[in-house]
């Protein structure tokens, strides 16, 4: 089945500078990547995501950037806030199947 | 808010109990998930049922079993729990399977001393 590999653990980051984590998968069928944040006590909520006839997809702070030759997509958080402190989970979705296959998850701390 | 309902917020049960976690999907959702997140780990897919169906299966545990019903909420059953049970159960939906956005609850947390 598929596996989503998801790099770093945790990152910590002085509040305006940038935050980049890394996914990668193993499913060449997997067509749909969303990115999700989870803070402490709640359930994830999706930020963002991008299908695979899109190379690059922006909303404000952050962005994500898929390569589907190497099966690798990315987030990209810029100029980072101490709210965007949480723990960001990326994830896979197979064309033919319907679940959600999840990295193990980012912590990321923005010291102000 | 998702619009995504988890009852109850929290559940403290003993070993050996049965217990049932809640979930009404969005309006027009068709898809529902469930998902286990333990300490401080990653979110294990459980089974997903669309329109009623059982869809998909993960590493669900023989004393776990979910439906689906008519009106699109779904149950999950717990049984026989341990205490290595005790987690965070989240539920997602969505509108058609994968192609579309899911979005979760706000999920059971589930005790069991």
């Known amino acids: 089945g598929e596996n989503v590999e998801q790099h770093p653990s945790t990152l910590s980051v002085q509040e305006g500078d940038s935050a980049v984590i890394k996914c990668t998968y193993s499913d060449s069928a997997s067509n749909y990547f969303p990115w999700y944040k989870q803070e402490l006590g709640k359930g994830p909520q999706l930020i963002i995501d991008i299908r695979s006839n899109v190379g690059e997809k922006k909303d404000q702070r952050i962005a994500v950037t898929l390569n589907k030759t190497a099966k690798h997509f990315s987030l990209h958080i810029t100029e980072t806030q101490p709210e965007d402190s949480a723990v960001y989970f990326c994830?896979?979705?197979?064309?033919?199947?319907?679940?959600?296959?999840f990295g193990g998850g980012t912590r990321v701390l923005v010291k102000p | 808010d998702s619009g995504v309902t988890q009852t109850p917020k929290h559940l403290i049960t003993a070993t050996g109990q049965r217990v049932t976690l809640r979930c009404s999907p969005r309006s027009g959702d068709l898809s529902v998930y469930w998902y286990q997140q333990s300490l401080d780990q990653g979110l294990q897919f459980l089974i997903q049922?669309?329109?009623?169906?059982?869809?998909a299966k993960g590493n669900i545990l023989e004393r776990f079993s979910a439906q689906q019903f008519p009106d699109l909420h779904s149950e999950l059953n717990l049984s026989s729990l341990e205490l290595g049970d005790s987690a965070l159960y989240f539920c997602?939906?969505?509108?058609?399977?994968?192609?579309?956005?899911?979005?979760f609850g706000q999920g059971t947390r589930l005790t069991v001393v």
């Open positions: 997602a939906s969505s509108v058609e399977g994968g192609k579309a956005e899911a979005f």
């Open positions: 049922y669309y329109n009623g169906e059982e869809r």
């Open positions: 994830a896979a979705v197979k064309a033919a199947g319907n679940k959600l296959t």
